[in-house]
């Protein structure tokens, strides 16, 4: 059974910083790309990082040089480094993790977990 399992939200203020962790358990970890979304109220969703298997990374201009991602293999863990955080950053942010196989496009979903910045 595939989980995906976020951590690490609270409330902080502007310019504070958190780190957002992802376990991703019940999959060949090393063979999934991992993305971390985010979405605020009333707001759709939006995309923010990617790692990919190979470990190139892509990140969206509102988070650019303010946030980073890294993954740990041997725990099965992805990372969303958070800097200087602003008030448009609180969002429940969710993690994915996604494979093409054989079968098809996998992707994999967790629940969440709230970040709110207060000025």
């Known amino acids: 059974q595939v989980q995906v399992v976020e951590s690490g939200g609270g409330s902080v203020q502007t310019g504070g910083s958190l780190t957002l962790s992802c376990v991703a358990s019940g999959l060949s970890f090393g063979r999934y790309g991992m993305a971390w979304h985010r979405q605020a109220p009333g707001k759709q969703r939006e995309w923010v990082m990617s790692?990919?298997?190979?470990?190139?990374?892509a990140f969206a201009d509102s988070v650019k040089v303010r946030f980073a991602i890294s993954r740990d293999s041997a725990k099965n863990t992805v990372y969303l480094q958070m800097n200087s955080l602003k008030p448009e950053d609180t969002a429940v942010y969710f993690c994915n993790a996604g494979t093409l196989g054989g079968s098809g496009y996998r992707l994999y979903w967790g629940q969440g977990t709230q970040v709110t910045v207060s000025s």
């Open positions: 790692l990919a298997v190979g470990g190139a990374t």
